[in-house]
């Protein structure tokens, strides 16, 4: 494996939409890359301008890949703090964690370095997390990676679920959901998530997504506004910077 080269642009995106970007690789190597270089030089840029930068990264199966290759840039990674798009009610430690997979894929090799902050922890309880969550969000994220559910999600904010609407109207960058009833949830339905409010001020979006199904769906988000069908449309309905997609099957 190389090193990750700064200057190195992963372009090549086709605009899909006002404001989003589509880029499709033949494999899952050439798209975790292309999605570390991305970041890495948004994450470069911001630490450029500030003292700090701040990444928020999302969970489930689809971006570990992509964020062992982020754990290898040339960064200077003890100014990073990297926190999540969203929290299962779990420990860190615990295996279906978002912070166990952010652990173990990004916070590795050169980004152990970076400081973690978990949404939960022991002795915490759930609504102190929530508070703490927001606390952490009063610096606001500049470089945000999000996922997309096979139901359309986004972060924990999943279709019909119960306070989708308020939650999408929140002013807070992060809340609590319940996500009973939700198939995407899983077994997790107790959980915290980010916002529009909280995505709002990041200069850098990207949307990490793979599979023929996902590709499919795409098509039908983007036909659309509503993201009370499909909550995922808050990555490009939430005014602010543009959305990059990267695909691979
Ligand atoms: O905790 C979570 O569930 C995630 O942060 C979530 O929002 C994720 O991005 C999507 O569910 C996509 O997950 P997959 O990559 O597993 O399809």
Redesign the pocket.
């Known amino acids: 494996m190389h090193d990750i080269h700064l200057q190195t642009g992963a372009r090549g995106g086709i605009p899909i939409r006002e404001g989003v970007e589509f880029q499709a690789f033949q494999d899952s190597t050439q798209w975790a890359w292309a999605a570390a270089v991305t970041l890495a030089a948004a994450l470069g840029r911001a630490l450029e301008a500030e003292p700090r930068a701040r990444l928020l990264l999302?969970?489930?199966?689809?971006?570990g890949p992509a964020y062992a290759a982020l754990a290898r840039a040339p960064l200077a990674w003890d100014r990073v703090d990297v926190a999540?798009?969203?929290?299962?009610w779990l420990l860190p430690d615990e295996p279906d964690s978002?912070a166990r997979l952010v652990r173990e894929s990004l916070l590795a090799d050169r980004a152990a370095a970076a400081r973690f902050e978990s949404i939960t922890c022991a002795g915490r309880s759930f609504e102190e997390a929530v508070t703490i969550a927001n606390m952490h969000a009063a610096h606001p994220a500049g470089v945000v990676v999000?996922?997309?559910?096979?139901d359309g999600?986004?972060?924990?904010l999943f279709p019909n679920m119960s306070g989708l609407d308020s939650a999408l109207a929140s002013p807070r960058p992060y809340v609590a959901v319940d996500a009973t009833g939700c198939p995407?949830?899983?077994p997790?339905t107790r959980?915290v998530s980010l916002t529009p409010a909280g995505l709002a001020p990041a200069h850098t979006r990207l949307l990490?997504?793979?599979g023929a199904h996902?590709r499919e769906l795409l098509d039908r988000v983007l036909a659309g506004n509503d993201p009370m069908e499909f909550p995922v449309r808050i990555a490009f309905t939430t005014p602010g910077a543009p959305l990059r997609i990267l695909w691979c099957p």
């Open positions: 999302s969970g489930g199966r689809t971006p999540l798009v969203d929290e299962r978002n999000l996922g997309m559910g096979d999600h986004v972060a924990s995407g949830a899983g997790w959980r990490l997504i793979r996902k």
